[in-house]
């Protein structure tokens, strides 16, 4: 399926369309939905983007059916999604245009069952100079009561355009 062209987002410019967009009536809910489309399986677990800035970014997974496990709390794998995707939008959030990422290793810390809607933080920190640069970016997941239930860990790749 092709991404309608209101959907089409350069992964470099999500901060830009975050800005543009999330003071206007459902404005978050559509760059939420936005990312989801442009990778698919994240949209698996129907992220709700919180905020976005340079470097940082707060995500939400609401509990449902299915992104559950047989224990009734969230499946390990949905939080990594969870995880990859705040840690790949603090980082791209940070990429100028031209810029590109890509996730190489993901690493997760389960420290206790998740239930309930699950929050997810990350900063990144990108270097200045220019060409390939390997960055590990943390994020951390917590229920709603503040408790962290689990740590994700990515390695992204990211490609910096000379100025």
Known sequence: MKLPSAFRIDPTSILNTWKNLVDRPFGKQLVSRAVGLMAPYT????????????????????????????????????????????????????????????????????LKKARGTITAEARAALPETPGSHDLWVEGELFNATGELVARARARWRIELPAS
């Open 43 to 110: 949209g698996t677990i129907s992220p709700r983007i919180v905020d976005i800035a340079p470097g940082y970014a707060r995500v939400q997974m609401r509990d449902r059916w299915g992104v559950r496990n047989h224990l009734k709390s969230l499946h390990a794998v949905a939080l990594m999604n969870l995880g990859e995707a705040c840690t790949g939008l603090a980082v791209m959030s940070a990429v100028p245009p031209g810029g590109r990422g890509i996730v190489l290793e993901l690493g997760m810390t389960y």
